[in-house]
């Protein structure tokens, strides 16, 4: 079945450690997505690619980074630097000027 | 002003109520757009899209004013399982695409 695969569904963090969480689509689509969700907020916009080897800053790319060396897979690393990563990650993707699909998220949390 | 706005919410309707709620959009070049159901601790998923002419499906209808750039979803006859937060997506076309309302929580109670 085609679709978008995050893994892992918990991530624990201590402080001060860098985590990369997986997200992998075999819809083909070009756009990928990385959003932020905080409770009872909306969706932020990490970052975002629309080709491979490339990729653009979103709305809260401060502490994130990212790669994007397949078509089918774009990684967002949650470094040191991003000093309240406690949050809801979903990723999406689009294959153009339609709707998102969803992963199923990543909940992480620092402990 | 946000780019996409949307009724603050929380709505509370008995079972069997209709309710509404409404959104709007700041990028006149805006292209399609998309109603969403997030349930709690989940990822939103695809409710309707929304056309210019209207549609419906089932007990749901999305509206489309180009005009006064704004859409709307009428839920009829709320049932239990309507519970949830309902997210207005807008799709400008351009590299970043898709951009969210911040989201309306709709209880319905017994």
């Known amino acids: 079945d085609g679709g978008i695969t995050q893994s892992p569904k918990y991530l624990f963090r201590k402080e001060g450690q860098n985590v990369t969480l997986s997200c992998e689509q075999n819809?083909?689509?070009?756009?990928m997505y990385w959003y932020r969700q905080d409770p009872g907020q909306g969706l932020r916009l990490i970052y975002y690619?629309?080709?491979?080897?490339?990729?653009q800053k979103g709305d809260i790319a401060e502490g994130y980074s990212v790669s994007r060396e397949k078509k089918e897979s774009f990684p967002l690393t949650v470094t040191s630097a991003q000093k309240n990563p406690t949050a809801f990650y979903l990723c999406?993707?689009?294959?153009?000027?339609?709707?998102?699909?969803f992963g199923q998220g990543t909940r992480l949390t620092v402990v | 002003r946000k780019e996409v706005e949307q009724d603050p919410g929380p709505f509370n309707v008995p079972e069997g109520a209709t309710v509404a709620f409404n959104c709007t959009y700041s990028n006149s070049a805006s292209q399609s757009f998309f109603w969403y159901r997030q349930d709690c601790r989940k990822e939103p998923k695809l409710l309707m899209s929304?056309?210019?002419s209207g549609n419906e499906d089932g007990r749901f209808t999305a509206q489309l004013n180009r005009a006064s750039q704004y859409i709307s979803l009428l839920i009829r006859d709320s049932k239990l399982s309507d519970s949830a937060t309902y997210l207005c997506v807008v799709n400008n076309g351009s590299a970043r695409q898709l951009t969210f309302g911040s989201g309306t929580q709709l209880t319905v109670l017994p």
């Open positions: 929304v056309y210019s």
């Open positions: 819809l083909n689509h070009d756009a």
């Open positions: 690619s629309q080709i491979v080897n490339d990729f």
């Open positions: 999406a993707s689009t294959p153009g000027n339609t709707e998102a699909f």
